[in-house]
C-alpha cells in the first residue's frame, strides 16, 4: 500500500526565503507550472488512480490538489508547522529580532515549541497518527501537504525522528513511502520533472 506525497507548489512567501507555516498564502505562478508537472508524472505513475486524496487545510495545498484533479478530503494534521513569532520573517529578521528564542531553538530544534507556535515533535506526533490511520485503510493515498509534514513522514518510515533533515523536498515534488502491515520502506524520495536536465 502506497501512500504518495506531493509538495504544493511555490509561493510567493517561499521565494522570499521566509517561514510560512500556518500563514494561509496562495501559489504564486511557478508554483502553478510544479503542480501541472506533477500532475503529469503522477498519470503515468499511477495510471489507476488513488483510493483516497488527503489535503493540508492551507490554501496553496488545496490550489495544488485542485490542480492535480480528483476529489479531496481535507485533514488538519497535513497542516505546516506553525512557526509561531517566526511566521513571516526571513531568518536573517529572525537573528535580529529573537536572537535568544532563535537560540533555543536551534538548540533543540526538535522539541522547543516556538512562542506561540510548535515544536517539531508536534508536528511528528500528528503526523505519525495520519500515517497510522491511513495504513489501516488500505487504500493507495495521495497527499498533498508541506515539505516539513514530508520530511516528518519520511524520517518515521525510517523508524525514528533524526532523520529530518536528510531529505529534500522541493515544491511540486512527489516522495512515496509504501507499507505493508506495519513495515514501512521510502519507494521514491523528491521526483520532479527536469531534476536531472
Known amino acids: 500500500m502506497d501512500m504518495i506525497f506531493v509538495r504544493h507548489g511555490k509561493t510567493e512567501g517561499n521565494a522570499a526565503g521566509c517561514?510560512?507555516?500556518?500563514?494561509?498564502?496562495?501559489?504564486?505562478?511557478?508554483?502553478?507550472?510544479?503542480?501541472?508537472?506533477?500532475k503529469e508524472l503522477l498519470k503515468g505513475a499511477f495510471?489507476?488512480?488513488f483510493g483516497e486524496i488527503c489535503v493540508s487545510p492551507l490554501k496553496r495545498a488545496i490550489q495544488t490538489a485542485q490542480v492535480l484533479g480528483g476529489q479531496y478530503k481535507v485533514d488538519d494534521r497535513l497542516r505546516e508547522m506553525d512557526f509561531g513569532i517566526f511566521e513571516g520573517l526571513r531568518y536573517g529578521e529572525i537573528e535580529q529580532k529573537y536572537p535568544e528564542t532563535l537560540k533555543k531553538w536551534n538548540a533543540d530544534y526538535r522539541k522547543y515549541r516556538i512562542p506561540g507556535g510548535e515544536s517539531l515533535e508536534d508536528v511528528f506526533d500528528r503526523v505519525e497518527d495520519f500515517i497510522d490511520n491511513r495504513k489501516g485503510s488500505g487504500e493507495r493515498t495521495l497527499i498533498v501537504t508541506h515539505g516539513g509534514v514530508i520530511?516528518?513522514?519520511?524520517?518515521l518510515?525510517?523508524?525514528?525522528?533524526?532523520?529530518?533533515?536528510?531529505?529534500?523536498?522541493d515544491h511540486g515534488s512527489i516522495s512515496i513511502a509504501a507499507f505493508d502491515g506495519d513495515y514501512g520502506y521510502i519507494r521514491a524520495v523528491n521526483l520532479r520533472k527536469g531534476l536531472y536536465g
Open 157 to 169: 518510515v525510517l523508524g525514528g525522528r533524526e532523520h529530518f533533515y536528510r531529505f529534500q523536498v
Open 151 to 155: 520530511r516528518c513522514a519520511l524520517s
Open 47 to 49: 495510471p489507476d488512480g
Open 19 to 38: 517561514y510560512v507555516g500556518r500563514l494561509d498564502c496562495g501559489m504564486a505562478e511557478e508554483g502553478y507550472r510544479q503542480a501541472e508537472e506533477a
